[in-house]
């Protein structure tokens, strides 16, 4: 197995099973997308796009649909969260007391990723955060 941890990979999603999916990574080795890292909607059948999270003993894939490495992930979710305040004439009502529910429905992320990315932008003097939600500056 030539792959390694971060490789983009070809996914086939084969089966729904009680931890996530089963997934055929490159046509070739089998992988595991966990349910608790999903933030869409998939289905058995459907090609993805993903990429390696670990290689296991058993030569078994975790794989992720998101890429793997902080950086990427901080800078992908901040454009997110600019793209939803341009789309609501930059407010959002959505902030650090936000449901972890309300964020992944609105944003499509996690809470932990949503406050890591608005936390980056207030740093960067993009948005301010009150207590009715984000706005741009």
Known sequence: ??????????????????????????EEFEGMLYKNELYQKIEEGQKLV??????????KLDVSLQAIGFKHTIV??????????????????LHD???????K???GMSKKAFK???GGLFRQKL???????IKFV
Request: net charge negative.
């Open 127 to 133: 948005i301010t955060i009150s207590e009715e939600g």
């Open 97 to 103: 007391k936000s449901s972890p529910d309300e964020i």
């Open 76 to 93: 992908k979710n901040e454009i997110t969260i600019l793209n939803a305040l341009r789309q609501n004439d930059g407010v959002l009502a």
């Open 116 to 118: 890591s990315a608005i």
């Open 105 to 107: 429905y609105q944003l």
């Open 1 to 26: 197995m030539d792959l390694k941890v971060g490789d983009k990979v070809d996914l086939i999603v084969v089966r729904n099973t009680a931890l996530g999916f089963t997934v055929l990574v490159n």
């Open 50 to 59: 993903g990429y390696i999270k670990k290689i296991r003993e058993d030569e």
